[in-house]
C-alpha cells in the first residue's frame, strides 16, 4: 500500500478560472509562445512545486468487449445508434476475418456466419472498472475512476515500495493482462495529461511536468474528447493537435471555446490544480456471476462459488477484515431465486472454511430450476487479525483453542441447525428449571456461579478432592433434568414410575419466584424405583392433593 | 532368557496407551491400562437411561474438562444427541467445567452419527457422549477410526438389546439395572470381567 494520503487532492488556487489568476509570467519563452496583447492575463506560471504527485492512466480501450468475457470464437460486440446497429468492437479472431469497427451487424455476420454478437452491456463495463479499481487499490491508495474506460492512480507515493516506476507500471501491465485485459498505460505529473496520453496510446513515462508540454504537444485533439464542434471548428482554423491549440491566445481560446475548454488545457500543463475524487470501494463485498448457460450441475455451480468466495478472500484480506454472514442467491429463468445463507461462530474469510459449510448446505439444498447466474453477498465486515503461528522451537503443543471448536460448532451447526448446537451455562437461580440456560459456544462470558469454578481453576489439585468431598453436603442435583416435568400417577399416595417409588431423601422445599408470573412450591424428593434407578420426583404443593412429577434422573 | 530379541513376546508387541484413570479404582484394576481406552470408541450397554451411566463416566469427563498442565488445555466435551437434558449445577458438583462442554441435539438419526464422527475426528473434543438411535458393525468401526483420527474418546449409550451384536469398539460395558455393578463384555488387551459395586 502506499502511504499517500487518502483525501482527494484538493485546490491550492481559490478560482480554477485563467482570468482570476494574477500572477504574470515573466519567463522569456512563454511570453513568446502566448502571443498575447499586454493588457491580456497570461497562462498562470507552472508550479514545479505544487505537482508532487505522478498519475498513472489505465485505458481500456476494448472494455466493451473485455467486460463480457473472453471468447476463443470470433466474437463482436454492438451498440445501436439510429436504428442500425453497429458492431463498436471485435476481438482479434473477428477482425481477422475483416470484421471491422463500425460496419453494420447483418455486413459482420455475412463475412462470419459464426460470429458471436453481443449487445454493449454499460453497466457491465462499470462493474468491471470497479472490480480493476478495486484491484488497483493495493497499488496505491488513491484510484479513481473516469468513466467510461479509464483508471487514475496516483502513484508517488508507492514508488519506493514497488521499485520504481519502471517496475510498478510492469507490475500493473502484467496483472491486466493476467486478467485478460488490453490497456494502455500512461505516466505523467498531471492526471489529464495521462489520461491524453493514455487515449493516444503513448507509453510514455514523464516525471518532470517542465516535460508536459513537449509531449503534449504533437498529440491529436481527438484524445481531448470535446465535443464534435468543437473539434470541428478547431479543425476549421487548422488546429489539429494540442501544441497548436496551446499557441491560440488565451482570451479569444476561452470566449469561442468556453473558459472551461482552457482550464483543461491549464490542467493539463499542471499550471492549476486539478482536484480529484477517490474511489472508495463499498465496505460489503457483493459480486456475481452469470453463466453462459443454465446450469444444473451441482460440481460446476460448486466451482463457480468457490471462485466467487475466492474473490471475497481477497476482498476482505487487503482491508484485514472477515465476515461472519454470507447469501448466496441462485437465479433461474422461471423461478424466484433461491437462497442459501451461511454463518459462522467466529468472523472468519478463508475460502476453503467458507467453502467447506457451503459445500454441507448446498448438499441439502434443492434448486427448483437450472441455475443462470450467482450472487454473493457478505454481511457486515469486522476486523480480524491473523494469529501467529507457532514457531517450530516451541516445544509446547499448540493450545486447542477456542477457534477449533467454533469451526467444529459451525460445520455442525450447517447441516443440522443452528438452535441445535449450543453450549451451556449456571445461571444463579433457585427454581430448578431456570438454573441454566443455553449459551453460545466460544461465548467467554463466566457464568455466574463459578465460586467453585474459581477455585478449581486456580487451586492445587487437592481442592478438587476437597469439593468433590464436600459434595455430600451439596442439595443433590440430577445429572439428568426434563425439559417439561413429567405428571406422574399414584398408587397409595406414592408416585409410580416402574412401580411404586421409594422416597430415600428429602424432602428439599422450594418455594419462590412469586414475584414474576412463575413461582413454584414443590417439595423435591430423591426417590428410587424397584429397579433401582434413582430418580428427582417432586409434589406440587400449589395444588390441594399434591400432584407427583418426574423432574430428573440421577444418571 | 527373555532379554534374547529373537523371542517374540505377546505383550510387547501391543504398544498401548496408558488409560484414562475413571476415578474408581475397583474398575481401574480391571481394565487394561489402568482406565478407560484412550482414542478408542467405548460402548456402555445399559437396560434405561438413568441407571448410573453418567456417574460412571463423571469423574473421567470432569478431570479431562479442566487444564491439567501448562501444555494441554482444557478438553471439550460433545453430547451428541442426549436423551435428556444434562443438568448444569449437577455437572458442576461433578467438577466438570461447563464451558468447556458442546451439547448437539440432531433433528434425524443418521445425523447422529454423523455429528459424532465430524466431532470425533475434528481433533477439538477429548471426549464424545453420542446416544445413536441403532449402531451396526460398519458404523461402530467409523466412530473407532474417527476417534483415532482425532485423538478422541468416544462413549455410545446403547440398549441391552445391542449386546449380541457384533461391534468394532475397544470396549464394551454392560451396567446393571441399578448401576452398581459392571460387565465387562469386551475390552481390547484385556479380558471380560464382573465388577460388582465398582463405586466401593
Known amino acids: ?555 | 532368557m527373555l532379554a534374547n530379541p529373537r523371542i517374540w513376546q505377546g505383550q510387547a508387541g501391543e504398544q498401548s496407551l496408558p488409560g484414562l484413570a475413571s476415578g474408581y479404582p475397583k474398575l481401574d484394576r480391571q481394565l487394561p491400562g489402568g482406565g478407560w481406552p484412550q482414542n478408542a470408541l467405548t460402548e456402555i450397554l445399559l437396560e434405561h437411561y438413568g441407571s448410573g451411566e453418567l456417574k460412571l463416566l463423571m469423574p473421567a469427563l470432569a478431570h479431562l474438562s479442566r487444564p491439567r498442565d501448562d501444555a494441554t488445555e482444557a478438553g471439550w466435551i460433545t453430547w451428541v444427541a442426549p436423551p435428556f437434558a444434562p443438568y448444569p449445577p449437577a455437572l458442576e458438583q461433578w467438577g466438570v467445567n461447563l464451558s468447556r462442554v458442546l451439547i448437539v441435539r440432531p433433528k434425524k438419526p443418521s445425523e447422529t452419527l454423523w455429528a459424532a464422527e465430524q466431532a470425533l475426528s475434528s481433533g477439538n473434543c477429548a471426549a464424545v457422549l453420542l446416544w445413536p438411535q441403532a449402531l451396526d458393525d460398519a458404523a461402530s468401526r467409523r466412530l473407532q477410526l474417527a476417534a483415532e483420527k482425532g485423538q478422541s474418546w468416544g462413549i455410545a449409550f446403547r440398549s441391552l438389546k445391542a449386546r449380541s451384536q457384533p461391534s468394532a469398539a475397544a470396549l464394551r460395558i454392560r451396567l446393571s439395572a441399578g448401576g452398581t455393578d459392571l460387565g465387562i463384555l469386551k475390552s481390547r488387551g484385556g479380558r471380560p470381567a464382573i465388577v460388582r459395586d465398582y463405586a466401593d
Open chain 1, 1 to 555: 500500500m502506499s502511504t499517500s494520503d487518502k483525501s482527494p487532492v484538493m485546490p491550492r488556487e481559490a478560482a480554477p478560472t485563467p482570468s482570476v489568476k494574477r500572477r504574470r509570467s515573466v519567463k522569456p519563452e512563454q511570453q513568446a509562445l502566448t502571443l498575447a496583447p499586454v493588457m491580456q492575463p497570461g497562462p498562470p506560471p507552472l508550479e514545479i512545486d505544487a505537482i508532487r504527485r505522478l498519475w498513472l492512466c489505465i485505458h481500456l480501450p476494448a472494455l466493451p468487449l473485455e467486460a463480457l468475457g473472453s471468447a476463443d470464437e470470433a466474437k463482436a460486440v454492438f451498440e445501436e445508434c439510429k436504428g442500425i446497429r453497429r458492431t463498436l468492437l471485435a476481438n482479434a479472431k473477428a477482425r481477422s476475418a475483416g470484421i471491422r469497427p463500425g460496419i453494420s451487424i447483418n455486413a459482420a455476420l455475412a463475412l462470419v456466419p459464426t460470429l458471436l454478437l453481443e449487445e454493449r452491456n454499460q453497466h457491465r463495463e462499470t462493474e468491471t472498472l470497479k472490480k480493476l479499481a478495486g484491484w488497483a487499490e493495493k497499488f496505491t491508495s488513491f484510484v479513481c475512476i473516469e468513466a467510461p474506460s479509464l483508471l487514475l492512480l496516483e502513484i508517488a507515493g508507492s514508488l519506493k515500495l514497488f521499485g520504481g516506476v519502471k517496475a510498478l507500471r510492469q507490475h500493473i501491465v502484467a496483472g491486466l493482462d493476467s486478467q485478460g485485459f488490453h490497456a494502455a498505460v500512461a505516466i505523467a505529473p498531471t492526471p489529464l495529461a495521462a489520461t491524453w496520453l493514455a487515449r493516444a496510446g503513448r507509453k510514455v513515462c514523464i516525471l518532470d511536468a517542465r516535460n508536459l508540454r513537449g509531449k503534449l504537444a504533437p498529440l491529436s485533439i481527438a484524445c481531448l474528447y470535446w465535443p464534435d464542434s468543437v473539434e470541428a471548428s478547431l479543425k476549421g482554423m487548422g488546429v489539429s493537435c494540442i501544441g497548436e491549440a496551446l499557441r491560440l491566445p488565451r482570451q479569444g481560446f476561452a470566449r469561442r471555446f468556453g473558459a472551461a475548454r482552457l482550464l483543461e488545457l491549464d490542467r493539463a500543463l499542471g499550471r492549476l490544480p486539478d482536484p480529484r475524487v477517490n474511489y472508495r470501494a463499498p465496505e460489503r463485498f457483493a459480486a456475481d456471476c452469470d453463466l453462459q448457460e443454465e446450469q444444473s450441475d451441482s460440481e460446476l455451480l460448486l466451482n463457480v462459488c468457490e471462485e466467487l468466495l475466492t474473490r471475497l478472500e481477497n476482498f476482505l484480506l487487503v482491508r484485514q477484515m472477515a465476515v461472519q454472514h454470507l447469501l448466496f442467491r441462485f437465479f433461474h429463468l422461471q423461478s424466484p431465486a433461491t437462497h442459501l445463507a451461511l454463518g459462522c461462530v467466529q468472523a472468519d474469510r478463508a475460502t476453503q472454511h467458507w467453502f467447506d459449510l457451503l459445500k454441507i448446505k448446498f448438499e441439502r439444498l434443492s434448486l427448483p430450476a437450472p441455475v443462470i447466474a450467482i450472487q454473493l453477498r457478505a454481511g457486515r465486515t469486522q476486523y480480524c487479525s491473523a494469529e501467529t503461528e507457532t514457531l517450530p522451537f516451541n516445544q509446547r503443543a499448540k493450545p486447542q483453542n477456542n477457534l477449533s471448536i467454533a469451526h467444529l460448532a459451525e460445520r455442525l451447526s450447517a447441516r443440522i441447525g443452528d438452535e441445535s448446537v449450543h453450549g451451556i451455562a449456571m445461571v444463579a437461580e433457585h427454581r430448578p428449571q431456570y438454573a441454566w440456560r443455553r449459551q453460545d459456544v466460544c461465548n467467554d462470558v463466566p457464568h455466574c456461579a463459578s465460586m467453585p469454578d474459581y477455585r478449581l481453576q486456580h487451586g492445587s489439585p487437592g481442592l478438587l478432592e476437597e469439593i468433590r468431598r464436600n459434595n455430600s453436603l451439596m442439595l443433590q442435583r440430577p445429572l439428568w433434568v426434563l425439559e417439561e416435568p413429567r405428571l406422574l400417577a399414584t398408587e397409595n399416595g406414592l408416585p409410580v414410575c416402574d412401580g411404586i417409588l421409594k422416597l430415600i431423601d428429602g424432602p428439599e422445599r422450594l418455594e419462590t419466584g412469586w414475584w414474576d408470573d412463575d413461582g413454584i412450591a414443590r417439595d423435591y424428593f430423591v426417590a428410587q424405583n424397584p429397579k433401582g434407578v434413582h430418580l428427582w420426583v417432586y409434589r406440587d404443593r400449589k395444588e390441594k392433593g399434591g400432584r407427583w412429577f418426574l423432574h430428573g434422573m440421577f444418571g
